[in-house]
């Protein structure tokens, strides 16, 4: 086995758990080795650090899978791995038949993801240690996890990066293109072959459940509460919503929240939304194939009556709205004593509609993947955030999220605050999260602490 000698000068991230060695922290390697291979990794002074497999063609260029002494990764290797990963979500992960099963560098296989859909597997092996080893790989997943059928889909830009083409299709069983799963009691049905990623984004499990508290509660901005209504019944009557008319108002889900979701892939946070009791969801994406799933999960839980569907330009879409809502502000203030508002003609009809929301969901793909591109992904989040806020009802809700790892923590949220001050809005930030359970990190590597998740309440500074 040929010895990666690191540099004395370099940090010490390796003796701090980072699974990752740079081509720049590199002194010397001794021996002869194939790329792909297992080296040793030590010190100057020659102290051993960890074994990792080695690609000189890449920036990366060992990824560590041991910190004690390891031969081979073989199918032995990698069923004892994937032991460990599925106890952890054995005793994390409840209620729900689907989940990230291996999470790279986090559980000890940097490299490779898979991800657990009812019985069928999603592969996705990003690099070239993890890509010849695929056979093993395979067979030590058929072992643990007995499933129908595993499928690949190694088609991410990443891997040309290590010298690897796309690759995706099926390794083994039976791969049904749609597969139904099951996530906090709702069904949802994924596209393998053809949806982002590997068909479906887990690491929102608990944030979208954790939506429930803001889907009712909003019944009495309608002026409809719950009245007791005499009746001959000998109990006296019962309590059931009445409006400012007094009229029993008979629609089920009248206390529930006006939701508008962003980018919503599968519409998994509009599903979320019905199921704890909002009373109309407009679910939005810019991809009809998306949208087309988004319909299909929606219809499979019986939620049609309160979702209408969207295809458009999230940013272009939010801009449209505030757009109405300004106008219809300016044609409000035409005429009023004391004004000094532009005139308005109200003869013509408006642009826009001018939509508002009780709650507005922006979940955006990474604007972010590279450090360069920080700053205008800033202007993004900023962007679409600003606009959303001015969406949102007096008081309502704001959840917003981002996936770019390059992105912080502190930096996005110092974002979003620059948002309300130009919207001229104050925000309460009410919860504040990342993945889920079945994407844990390792401290000390900041690469895997990439999702922010945030729930703010919005009010006006006037």
Same mark, same amino acid.
């Given at each position: 086995? &040929? ?17 990752? #060695?740079?081509?720049? +922290?590199? +002194? ?8 792909? =291979? ?35 990764? =073989? ?9 460990? &990963? ?5 005793? @994390? ?37 993890? =890509? ?32 690897? +083409? ?27 072959? /053809? ?17 429930? *508290? ?30 400012? $008319?007094? *009229?029993? #108002? ?28 909002? *009373? *109309? ?10 949208? /087309?799933?988004?319909?299909? $999960?929606? /219809?499979? $839980?019986? @939620? ?28 409000? $203030? ?9 005139? #308005? ?68 949220? /110092?974002? %979003?605050?620059?948002?309300? &001050? ?7 930030? %009410? ?21 922010? @998740? ?9």
């Amino acid at each position: 086995m &040929a010895t990666v000698v690191l540099d004395r000068k370099r940090k010490k991230r390796v003796e701090h758990g980072h699974p990752w #060695v740079y081509q720049n +922290e590199i +002194e010397r390697i001794d021996g002869h080795y194939e790329p792909g =291979d297992l080296v040793q990794v030590t010190t100057h002074q020659g102290q051993s650090l960890a074994v990792g497999y080695i690609n000189p063609h890449s920036q990366i260029t060992v990824r560590i899978v041991s910190y004690s002494p390891l031969e081979r990764m =073989d199918r032995d290797f990698f069923v004892g791995r994937i032991r460990q &990963a599925l106890a952890h979500r054995d005793r @994390f992960v409840t209620n729900t038949d689907a989940y990230r099963l291996v999470f790279g560098e986090a559980d000890f296989l940097p490299g490779l993801v898979v991800d657990k859909y009812a019985d069928v597997l999603v592969v996705q092996i990003l690099s070239l240690g993890m =890509d010849l080893c695929r056979d093993a790989i395979v067979e030590a997943l058929r072992e643990v996890m007995n499933p129908s059928g595993i499928y690949e889909r190694s088609d991410v830009p990443v891997r040309r990066l290590e010298g690897l +083409e796309p690759r995706t299709g099926v390794l083994y069983g039976d791969c049904p293109r749609h597969v139904r799963i099951v996530e906090n009691g709702l069904q949802l049905e994924v596209d393998i072959v /053809e949806g982002q990623k590997t068909g479906y984004f887990f690491d929102q499990r608990e944030n979208r459940a954790s939506i429930a *508290k803001l889907m009712t509660g909003w019944g009495a901005r309608s002026g409809i509460a719950l009245r007791r209504i005499e009746s001959d019944d000998p109990s006296g009557g019962r309590l059931a919503p009445v409006n400012a $008319n007094g *009229k029993e #108002v008979t629609f089920p889900y009248w206390d529930g929240a006006s939701v508008l979701e962003c980018f919503s892939h599968t519409g998994s946070f509009t599903l979320h939304a019905c199921l704890y009791g909002a *009373k *109309k969801v407009t679910c939005l994406d810019i991809s009809e194939h998306a949208i /087309e799933s988004a319909k299909r $999960n929606v /219809e499979l $839980n019986g @939620f049609e009556d309160r979702v209408e569907f969207v295809v458009a330009d999230a940013f272009d879409y939010l801009r449209e709205q505030v757009r109405g809502l300004e106008e219809r502000k300016s044609r409000a $203030n035409t005429g009023s004593e004391g004004s000094s508002a532009k005139k #308005v003609d109200t003869s013509k009809p408006m642009a826009a509609q001018g939509r508002t929301w009780d709650v507005v969901i922006l979940d955006p793909p990474a604007f972010a993947k590279t450090r360069s591109a920080v700053e205008s992904a800033c202007r993004g989040y900023k962007d679409i955030n600003l606009h959303a806020m001015k969406l949102v009802n007096e008081g309502g809700y704001l959840v917003t999220a981002s996936c770019s790892y390059h992105v912080r923590p502190e930096l996005f949220l /110092e974002t %979003i605050h620059a948002a309300a &001050a130009d919207a001229g809005k104050v925000v309460r930030l %009410i919860d504040f999260h990342g993945a889920g359970k079945d994407h844990p990190h390792i401290l000390g590597v900041d690469e895997g602490d990439y999702l922010k @998740f945030a729930i703010l309440e919005v009010r006006s500074r006037q």
